[in-house]
Structures are given as structure tokens and as C-alpha cells.
């Protein structure tokens, strides 16, 4: 994660983790279709701790894309990482609304907090207000079998969601600004049944991811094609301890 100060910091992380992040621009960017990538890119793990010379500069849409640039660039230099990105069609999710009329779930809901602001004072090593028993603003909490948002768009949401469903997740529920989320589910980790679509609730437990989206959120994955962004790593190394 990016720290104050225009820091960075990762603990025990993959290259998998290390990639996904540098190359979504955001600490929960989804799983990237990785190829070319040795067999250690997940399970060699690291700790890295990183300073810029200047602060993290935020973006008019909450992103701080330059800091981002940067990590990618320390790749480079100590992963000696050579990398560019293909687009290829592939099976893909659309997030869309799941109610004819448009109506929402009574665990998906609108927020006013300005994220940008939040994020700027947050790189300024300001910590935001916490009201009790939620989390920080402009955040994602991914505890197993929950996805928990606070002021966060549908297209980061989508984009964790891809790695619950073993597939890319695309946004296109026309919904803008920042949303609050409770979604609590069934996770199935095998993954072995996740692309049926199937929407019926696992014997005993909360319901499927599926289920649980069109329940609690008022929306739904509907299975289709689409360009997915993949990054192929032409040449990476392990790096040395300093």
C-alpha cells in the first residue's frame, strides 16, 4: 500500500501481488492474467519498503497514478522487470444492474464522501475520521466470505470481484460516484462450478457470490466476451536484499 509521504510498502507479497497492483493503480486492482512469469511469482514473497522524493499526487478521480508509475519503475529496477501489456478476447463478467426498474439493494448505498479529499490528507499522514464499527473511507475490505466498500466506485468493486469469480469483471451498471457495500456470501474456493452462473445457495451456509449480488446489492454478473487487459513479463529476476 502507499504510505504517507509518498511512501510504499509491501509485506509478504507475491510478484503476482506486487504486479497486480503497480499495473491496476491501486492496492486492490483485480488479478491480472499474468504470462511469462516464472513459477516463484507466487510463492517467493517479499517485503519492500520504498520513498519517493515528493508526496503522492491524487488525480481528479481519487487515483494516484504517478506514485504508481513509480512502483512499476522499482520493479524495473530491482526485479529487473521487462513487461508490456496485449489485449485478447476472453470470457468476461458485465456488473449490471439486477432489478428492471433500477432499484438497489438495501446493503448498497450511495455515499458523499469526497474521496479525493480523503485521500490527499491521507498522503499528507492525516488519518480520516472512522465512525464506530465501519472501516476506513475510500477503502475495500476483503475478510473471507465478505466484501466490505466504504465510498469506493463500481469499478474497483468489479475489479475484486474478478478474483472471487475466477474471471474478469467489467462495470457497466451506469452507476457514478462512491458507493457503500456489504455483501456477505458462500465463497467457493475451488472455483470449479464459478462459471455457470449458477445462483443457487450452497447447502447450510450464506448464498453464492451470484446470489448474494442480486439479494443484498441489486445486481448481477451476466456472462459475456470481452477485451481483457493481460500482462506478459518478458524477462524478471529475483531481486537482492538490501
Not at 35 to 46: E, K, N, V, Y
Not at 69 to 95: C, G, N, Q, T, W
Not at 136 to 146: A, F, K, M, V
Amino acid at each position: 500500500m502507499l504510505q504517507p509521504g509518498g511512501g510504499f510498502m509491501a509485506t509478504n507479497a507475491t510478484l503476482r501481488q506486487l504486479l497486480g497492483s503497480a499495473f491496476n493503480e491501486r492496492p486492490f486492482g483485480r488479478a491480472m492474467d499474468i504470462i511469462g512469469a516464472p513459477d516463484w511469482i507466487d510463492s517467493a514473497r517479499f517485503d519492500i519498503v520504498a520513498k519517493a522524493a515528493e508526496n503522492h499526487v491524487i488525480d481528479p478521480d481519487g487515483t494516484p497514478r504517478r506514485s504508481w508509475l513509480m512502483v512499476r519503475s522499482l520493479l524495473m529496477d530491482r526485479f529487473k522487470l521487462k513487461a508490456h501489456r496485449e489485449s485478447r478476447d476472453a470470457p468476461i463478467y458485465a456488473l449490471v444492474l439486477a432489478r428492471p426498474d433500477g432499484r438497489l439493494g438495501s446493503k448498497l448505498r450511495k455515499s458523499d464522501v469526497d474521496c479525493r479529499a480523503v485521500l490527499e490528507e491521507m498522503s499528507k499522514g492525516r488519518k480520516p475520521t472512522i465512525e464506530p464499527g465501519k472501516g476506513p473511507p475510500c477503502s475495500i475490505g476483503t475478510p473471507p466470505d465478505r466484501l466490505v466498500t466504504s465510498a469506493i466506485t463500481l469499478s474497483p468493486f468489479a475489479d475484486v470481484l474478478s478474483s472471487r469469480v475466477g474471471r474478469a469483471v467489467v462495470d457497466r451498471t451506469g452507476l457514478t460516484g462512491g458507493y457503500n457495500a456489504e455483501l456477505e456470501f458462500t465463497e467457493d474456493r475451488s472455483l470449479a462450478n464459478v462459471h455457470s452462473g449458477a445462483v443457487s445457495n450452497p447447502a447450510g451456509g450464506a448464498p453464492s457470490i451470484f446470489t448474494a449480488l442480486q439479494e443484498q446489492l441489486g445486481l448481477k454478473l451476466e456472462s459475456t466476451r470481452g477485451p481483457v487487459d493481460v500482462l506478459v513479463v518478458d524477462h524478471v529476476e529475483r531481486p537482492t536484499e538490501d
